[in-house]
């Protein structure tokens, strides 16, 4: 049984591959991180150490050797692989669920662990290729920018002894994440997102701490994009050129301070700690106990194509009623399609520009779950009070509708009905009324905490809201029609929301909750780009058209 089930999967994995690899967004997917792979030996993004001398921040950066980009390049693909993994590769799933190949793996001997360990291996492949796009850019660029000979083994071993391993683990969390109906949309999106920034963050919060020493082994173990190793290997090399280091003795990874004092040290390898090959182990057979987990709230058919639709109260009595009855089941009261009519049109020269706005704000409104709903009330009574102008609660507002926007572009391509749409008269009439409706809905959760402000501002205030009120959709609708998933979207608002809004960055912040940005370009700025990208996706309409 066991090699037919390893069988079972390794053609699941190949068919799902292949139809990743066939597809043209890959392509885009694959120009960035070959973009990121060039940013590394440029000095974009490095592992740095800094300190205070003489009142002055020192940058302890590393001479880019292959051992050194090696191992920067493999940071860099844990790290984007952690943030962005789970939205290159979700999809999968729901696609084979749309698109009827759920129904066909049923009707096979496939076996549900088998056909979730088919895509957890097609996930871990299409990780691959992305890890080898990175480590090949970055040995490439390294024989035009780096430092010393170029050394393949050290510069794509780096990608794969620590990028891998967060392939297998993302891979594993992807899978988990799209087998259950409940973290499958928006709310598994926001939860992946500050799961992973919660398990970046807590960790280096604590060992980057220059008072609390070098890390514990259970911190070190935590490390999911090896900067704790990247440090321990290479801090010899910085004491060799400052002896009087005082700074943490944890790696910073980044683009570092523009202003002080840049002082190169160099590192030209060395052996991997121990305790990071369990680390890297860990990762990976996590990600391979995720996809076993996985069978458990998995289901072969959504329950939301149920075709009854009758409550619980009805079922029990037609129940009770076979059980104590004559034991016939009652013919269902259906109605008699003669006498079923519709409504005659009248006027066909009517316009239902004003309709179908309605529609697309019913269809953006409907089907949340009840919390979302009590979240939105919540929100309105604190904004009403005149107790929301507060960066918190200005922020809440900005990112509680992310579930109503997330469909915005992207529903025809999942409903399959673009043809439907692009064969109307003016099909680019239902993406504006998609596109007012949710502008009426950025300016309804906006405007009911940012009316104080707006009030007191007067026409800086208003400009805010208004290109809050362009920006957000447009970026939705371009993002959905462009990409043909609602992921895009959604991890580019929360990184956006999430270091403007929330970490009160003015330069991000979209939606004011700083209170800098009343007066400045900012808010006209996101406008302008707000506009740019709703032409954008009338452009592409009008190609579908």
Known sequence: MIPVSVSHATAVARADFLQRIRSRRLLFVLAIFAFVGYQLNVGAFELLYQDTVAGEIVNYRGEPTSAYVGLTTGVT?????????????????????????????????????????????????????????LGFAALINHVVHGSGPTNPVWILGGVVAIGVPIGCFVSGVTVLFQSSSFSRGTFGTIAYFFGAMTLLTAVLAVGTDPSAGRPSIWLRLADSIGVFAAGEMTFAALLDVAPGYDGP???????????GETVRYRWDGGAWPPWFVLNRFGFGLVGLALVLFATIPYERFSRTGAPSQRSRFDRLTEFLAVIFGDGSVPEPDTPDPAAVSLRPVTDRDRSGFGRLLVQELRLLLRGHPWWWYAGAGVIAVVGLNGAGTTGVTVAIAAMWPLFVWSPMGYRPIHHRIVPLVVSAPRPQRQLLAEWIAGAIVAGSFLGVVYWPTVLDSGFGGLIVLAGFVCFVPSLAQCLGSWTGTRRAFELSYLLCWYVGPLNGVPMLDFAGATGETVGTATPLAFGVVGLTLFLGAMVHRHRLS
Do not use: C, Q
């Open 77 to 133: 693909a844990a790290t984007v692989l952690l943030f962005f993994g789970y939205s290159v590769l979700g999809g999968s799933i729901e696609r084979d669920r749309t698109s009827g190949v759920d129904e066909l793996v049923a009707s096979t001997p496939i076996r549900d662990r088998s056909y979730l360990l088919g895509k957890w291996l097609s996930h871990v492949g299409m990780s691959a290729v992305l890890l080898a796009t």
């Open 249 to 259: 003795p944890v790696a910073n990874y980044g683009t570092g301070t523009s202003t």
